[in-house]
């Protein structure tokens, strides 16, 4: 059978590139690929003990550095590849994968290299864009970063896959909404403000209640910002109209708390294509979200027709939204009712599955692409390289000397990213997020079908 390794952060548990790697690991066995995780591991963050115990039906192979330095990094991953064996190699969120396997190409070794771009960030296009003559096939969450994989860091669009992570269908009976006494509002996911702006619900409750809106708020999640949500939220003053519940499963996310939703908030400032929402339009629950970029161009969430929208970090314009759903005669069942019916072919966690392996098989009949030689590195060298000593002599004196860097967060553990990015870098992509919007609302386009077949 054929066999993709996929190599990723072992400190995230929950969110949505890690629920598409889980549903690939167990459903492409079904479609003729064998799917492995190559576990990024370390001793601060990257805990894979903790990652076995959330997920044991799960084959894992631990990524373990000797030392925490890129060349130790890179080494250990090619020790990894090596003993596995995969026909594709995946990175999703491990920069030094990219490295990894353009020397296995170099030294005349044949895995694909595949990258995940799951989310529109400048770091993720740049890095592309440096090793796009080693990557074999890009698979992006959404038209804006397809297009900026494209456009902006140089792959042939036939090597870029377009593959938003499936949602599958509801397990109760589901009906639209229509007014009651109470707005159910809903907010499901990371409790992070960096990617997700979660404290913008802070501001948003404090307008709803000097509106007088018979609401009930349900904040379901983990994160780095539940203290601070919850010292401003769970309060004697809220606790009779708003509940924090932890992380749940998708059974438990189905069956108790989308049937029980009339609305569901998303403050993203940049997203792919965001899964809980799509999740909430199949239950026939109404997304009120940012107008992040991409949101326009990908078409599944349209402002007044399935779902109602705001400018990123505008509280006045999201409350007036999440008021009128309320107040305004019809609306919400109107909504409610396109919503229902928003979804079809790839969107849905059939299709989505499906083009994913197909995705896969086209990455390998594709020619295998191999650069000359790799990137130059832009960083500084260290002090004791620049004096001469090669990289694995210079990590076992630091690691004696005990002068080896200590991370402060995951992403010094592993980084996700692998070079610095230019400020025109950054500027190029705000460029192509207005240029793809303004062109997805047009009058021409407007109006276009939602979903493609």
């Known amino acids: 059978m054929k066999k993709v390794l996929i190599v990723t952060p072992s400190a995230y548990l929950r969110g949505g590139v890690e629920t598409i790697i889980h549903d690939l690991c167990r ?19 990257h805990l894979v ?19 925490p330095t890129r060349r130790a990094r890179v080494e250990a991953i090619v ?17 030094d994968v990219y490295e990894a396997v353009a020397r296995l190409k170099l030294s005349s070794e044949a895995p694909r290299l595949g990258v995940m771009v799951r989310g529109l960030e ?28 494209v456009e902006l860091a140089g792959m042939d669009r036939d090597r870029v896959f377009n593959l938003p992570g499936g949602v599958r269908p509801p397990v109760v009976p589901v009906g639209q909404r229509v007014s009651g006494e ?42 780095p910002e539940e203290a601070a949500l919850k010292g401003a939220l769970d309060t004697p003053a809220h606790r009779s109209r708003i509940r924090f519940l932890p992380w749940q499963t998708h059974e438990a996310l189905y069956r108790d708390v989308f049937p029980q939703l009339d609305c569901l908030l998303n403050f993203s400032p940049t997203e792919g294509v965001t899964i809980a929402p799509r999740e909430g339009l199949g239950h026939g629950v109404v997304p009120v979200l940012s107008r992040f970029p991409g949101l326009v161009a990908e078409g599944i969430f349209r402002d007044g027709h399935n779902a109602l929208t705001f400018e990123v970090g505008d509280m006045d314009a999201a409350a007036r939204q999440v008021i009128a759903l309320h107040r305004e005669s019809g609306l919400l069942a109107r909504l409610s009712a396109a919503a229902i019916v928003s979804q079809k072919g790839r969107y ?25 030689r790799l990137p130059i590195d832009d960083g500084p060298r260290p002090r004791l390289e620049r004096m001469g000593l090669p990289g694995a002599i210079a990590d076992r004196l630091r690691s004696w000397s005990r002068r080896m860097p200590q991370p402060s967060e995951p992403g010094g553990e592993w980084p996700h990213g692998r070079f610095r990015v230019p400020a025109a870098a950054q500027d190029r992509l705000e460029a192509l997020e207005r240029v793809c919007d303004d062109a997805a609302e ?12």
């Open 348 to 372: 849905l966690f059939e299709g989505s599955m499906k083009a994913w392996a197909d995705a896969f098989d086209a990455c390998l009949r594709a020619p295998p692409r191999c650069g000359r």
């Open 79 to 95: 020790s990894v590849i090596r003993s596995v064996a995969p026909d594709i190699v995946v990175a999703a969120r491990i920069a």
């Open 182 to 223: 109470v707005l159910r509002i809903g907010y499901v996911g990371r409790l992070a403000q960096a990617d997700k702006r979660v404290l913008d619900l802070i501001a948003l409750v404090e307008r709803l209640e000097q509106a007088d809106l018979p609401f009930m708020l349900s904040i379901i999640g983990e994160g």
């Open 27 to 45: 459903e492409l066995p079904h479609l003729g690929w064998c799917s492995d995780l190559g576990l990024a591991a370390g001793e601060r963050f």
């Open 49 to 67: 003990s903790r990652y076995r115990t959330a997920y044991p039906e799960v084959s894992v192979h631990p990524i373990l550095p000797r030392f």
């Open 122 to 149: 400048a770091q993720y296009v740049h890095d592309v864009s440096a090793y796009r003559d080693f990557i074999d096939a890009c698979f992006a969450d959404g038209r804006l970063i397809e297009r900026a994989c």
């Open 442 to 453: 047009t009058p021409s386009t407007a109006a276009a079908p939602m979903m493609e077949p």
